[in-house]
């Protein structure tokens, strides 16, 4: 989602959901990405990562997963993470 006025980021942040705003230091740690990223996969909630107006491309999202697990990324797109080897 594009959402240059923030009120997606507002009603997101009142749900169900981990999320991280890539912009505060302290949620892109690899230990509190890690932890947001599992409690997704366990209970089944969204993992929203809020850029705000940071750029988003696949070497940014790179920069923020791989001190998690080298080769997250590719892993979560395309749902190899849920494989028992991975999770």
């Keep these: 989602i ?6 997606a980021a507002m009603f997101l942040k ?4 981990n999320l991280a705003m890539a912009y505060k230091p302290t949620d892109v740690e690899p230990e509190t ?10 209970f089944g909630k969204p993992f929203v990562l809020d850029m705000l107006s940071l750029e988003l491309t ?3 999202l790179n920069d923020l997963l791989d001190p998690v697990l080298p080769g997250l990324l590719p892993l979560l797109l395309s749902k190899d993470i849920l494989k028992v080897e991975n999770y």
């Design 14 to 17: 009142y749900r169900d959901i």
């Design 2 to 7: 594009v959402d240059l006025s923030e009120k």
């Design 33 to 42: 990405l890690r932890k947001l990223l599992l409690g997704a996969l366990r």
């Design 58 to 60: 696949k070497e940014s």
